[in-house]
Every structure is written in structure tokens, then in C-alpha cells.
């Protein structure tokens, strides 16, 4: 391993699909039995937000038509993108070995297969018509 790649690997941590973490997130809070998620109240804290009353409206409508309360609707959609941001930087460190095996296959040609012929050889849609 020559010592640009060496450096790599020292500072190298694959992140994680936020699609595959997101799954595995997801499936592990459906998990929870549902008595234990109906019955026990989680206390709530206070959270004060200073907004423009654009803004406001704007929640309030969404909110609305999506038939949750306000609090609900920011809770819930201040909850997605915290997961996406804290799922974006999930890490996942390898050994020097699997490192080396996945550099060996970025540095590989793409094989090709019938799939990929299939593609290449069709008309792009928008060119199709």
C-alpha cells in the first residue's frame, strides 16, 4: 500500500446509505410493542420558536391539510431532518483489509453485462418522441 493510500486509510470511514440507515432506523422503532407505545405518556418540554407570521401561515396550512396539529407537524418534520442530518454522518470504520479490497475495486473497469448493453443501446426518453 503506498503512502498516499495509507494516509487514506487512516483517515477513512465509509458513510453509511442514509436510505439503508434510515431503514434500519425505522424498523427498529416499529419494533416497540404497541402497548408500551400507547400507554406510556412521554413527558414534554416546552421548545419556544420566534417566526414570521408568513411562516406561521404557512405551517398552519400544512399542518392542516396534513390533519396534525401544529406542534405535531414541526415536531415531526424537526424529528426527519434531525435524523437525516445525524443519519448523514453515520460512520462506519473498516479494516486495512476490507479498505484494500474496495480500493481494488474502484480501480477496477466496469464489467459489462446485458443490462448496461441494453441501456447504452436504448434512446434517451426525452430523444425517444
Known amino acids: 500500500m503506498d503512502v498516499a493510500r495509507r494516509t487514506v486509510y487512516q483517515e477513512f470511514v465509509m458513510t453509511l446509505s442514509l436510505r439503508f440507515a434510515r431503514v434500519w432506523l425505522l424498523g427498529h422503532q416499529q419494533s416497540i410493542p404497541m402497548s408500551t407505545a400507547s400507554t ?3 413527558p414534554r418540554d416546552t421548545l419556544n420558536l ?12 400544512a399542518a392542516e391539510s396534513a390533519g396534525k396539529t401544529r406542534t405535531d407537524f414541526i415536531l415531526e418534520a424537526a424529528r426527519r431532518a434531525a435524523e437525516e442530518t445525524l443519519l448523514d454522518r453515520a460512520l462506519m470504520v473498516v479494516s486495512p483489509e476490507a479498505y484494500e479490497d474496495f480500493l481494488k475495486r474502484l480501480d477496477q473497469p466496469a464489467q459489462p453485462n446485458e443490462r448496461l448493453r441494453k441501456t447504452l ?4 426518453p426525452w430523444k425517444a418522441a
Not at 121 to 124: A, E, L, N, P, R
Request: proline share 5%; glycine share 0%; hydrophobic share 30%.
Open 121 to 124: 443501446q436504448s434512446k434517451t
Open 50 to 61: 420566534r417566526i414570521p407570521a408568513a411562516e406561521r401561515n404557512l405551517i398552519d396550512r
Open 40 to 42: 406510556t405518556k412521554v
